[in-house]
């Protein structure tokens, strides 16, 4: 049978296929990711494709056209079933499969969904996605050939592997998880029972519905019951995932959230004690508090550009043992496998906490307080944002600015810093300002509105808008 596909443009993403389902993502445009993917798979030499998916209610009908479409390429098809995104990951891992494809719609509203891709061992993004949809498109495809599917259940092993690292010795840490009816949960609820110590974990049921709160720790929303239950019950430490459990949400025992920057801090500092002089990568929109705790700490920090994707080819190419992003996003390749795992960045934080004398917030408050805004965006045509970003990049340059345009533009200034990039994923610019104080942040929110105003472009509101950090 002739094969040919047209995807809703709008679901080619740059780390992903994601959509509406029944608007812009639909059962078909599972079977053709299959049967594109399968054949990518195919005319690189490669005959195995490991395959998940998440909580979500089309994901049981998503993932079986992902299938078939695989084994109509000729795919030898390891199904793992239900479970985290860092679940599949591991499987493809250790199994040395060819490509692996997770259904799942991560952090996003219920009635979206998706699908993660690995090649070879690595992320599979940007052009490689566009390149799916052309392909599609042009039925560009290997012949029809006999694959197979098997199903393994690979849970007690992955849980085995998470426990192995546990180095926290034998004091009963408090601990309240908040796995959000995601699809972490019954491999969570399994995992608690293997660590020492009391723990409590709250909406471990999967419904893809999400009926108790939106599935991203990023959000301080988001956390307000996993806050309320941490200084309920006085625990240690809370962690949260969202809805695909690659993404890690952190409140320590004041029941104050520890932001992804400062959660980097605490890692990076026990990791350079076992790899001293390390390279340690954090994203663009991190605090320049990171940066520069890395470097007391004896470590390298490496800037790099915002993408999970991004991150992890960067991270193989310099052999770095940890990255991390302000979204949550924890890469351990110090024991681990380089790719993002909040499941075992928890029993990773965990352990320290653990070895600690005090307590996780006294950390977060000896570290140097900064007041920011949140992360603002405004709308701008594709075209159009990449050419402010240019157009902003130059007039800084011209004036000897002190700034990196590895992801946009980051200005440092005696006040602090403000950023100015634009989305991977979304056609807008995303705005963000830090400094030491509120009077040095409104020199940059001004700065930052100059230079949009020279570009003619009006710059989001930023009244009210900044935070302790």
Known sequence: MQFRHDFDPTSLREYDIRGIVGRTLHPADAFAIGRVFGSIVARGGGHTVAVGFDGRLSSPDLEPQLVEGLVASGMEVVRIGRGPTPMLYYASTVRKTDGAVMVTGSHNPPDYNGFKFMLQGKPFFGAQIQEVGRLAAAGDVVESAPGS???????????????????????????????????????????????????????????????????????????????????????????AFDGDADRIGVVDDSGAILFGDQLMVVLARDVLKTHPGATIIADVKASQVLFDEVARAGGQPLMWKTGHSLIKAKMAEVGCPLAGEMSGHIFFADRWYGFDDALYAGVRLLGIVARMNGKLSAVREALPQVVNTPELRFPCDDLRKFAVIEEVAGRLRAAAARMSDIDGVRVQTEDGWWLLRASNTQAVLVARAEASGHDGLERLKAALVDQLAQSGLAAPDFSGASSGH
């Open 149 to 239: 599917a098997q199903t393994i259940d690979i849970s007690a092993e992955y849980l085995a592997r998470l426990i192995s690292d546990w180095d926290g010795g034998d004091r009963l840490l408090n601990v309240v998880w908040d796995n959000g009816n995601g699809a972490a949960g019954e491999v969570l609820t399994r995992l608690v029972r293997s660590l020492p110590g009391n723990h409590t974990v709250l909406f471990a049921e999967i419904d893809g519905r999400f009926p108790n709160h939106h599935p991203d720790p990023t959000v301080p929303k988001n956390l307000e019951q996993l806050v309320a239950e941490v200084r309920h019950r006085g625990a240690d430490v809370g962690i």
